[in-house]
């Protein structure tokens, strides 16, 4: 579970002083699919700063599985990072490294025994739909399937939460619907996913597709949570009133 309970950060710069965060609350429950939406500056690279513990909250707490973080240890970071796992905009795979290789390499690095790693990383990558193409080095892959790399390696120690940050923004918009819905699949294993972007016209055709729950950040606070039975009333009217405007995803409803 991740509690967000009156929680602030500013960050000081040489001359002024940002407000990143302005006292946002915020619960996501074990098994929950979460979209964080919000345009440039809104403050959601902060919040999964905070989730990290890349950042400490300049007030208020932040909690993860009952941790509170304000309270963490910075040796003890290493093992809260290890309880979830990241999937990065850019993918960050190592270019000289194969599929294969490159899930391996991460799972090595937080001491999974060989045999383990051995037995895993089929079973990951069939989940992301690549087991055929493990032997390939990330740039004879395509965008899409980059990331979905990333999103085995993010799964291969096993976590209970996934955190993706803009996981669509170096992709194109149809392989974006697909790298949704795999996090969609990841979701109905019973991981919780928390997935960070600002392409709003996705999110809600998405949204109102699953049914995801939707938390918009706007000037560091909580605009909207689709969780509140009238905040969900009042955003699923003001869907209504887009869909009457516009419609620029039109491709996105073809499994509908
Ligand atoms: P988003 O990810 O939604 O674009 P951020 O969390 O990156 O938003 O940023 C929120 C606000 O905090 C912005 O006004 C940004 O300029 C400011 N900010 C973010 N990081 C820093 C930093 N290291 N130093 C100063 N200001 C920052």
Redesign the pocket.
Known sequence: MIEFEHVSKT?E?HNDE?V?LDDINIQIDDGEFVFIL??????????LKLIQMEEKPTKGRVIINGQDLTKMKRRKVPYLRRQMGVVFQDFRLIPTMTVYENVAFAMRVTNIPTKKIKSRIPYVLSLVGLEDKMDRLPDELSGGEQQRVAVARALAHGPKLIIADEPTGNIDPEMSLDIMQLFEAINKVNITVVVVTHEHELVHKLARKYNNRVIE?AN?MVASDTSHPEVARRYAARMAERENGYDDYEDYDDEE
């Open positions: 960050y710069t940002n990143a919000g345009h440039s500056g809104a403050g959601k690279s902060t919040f950040l560091g």
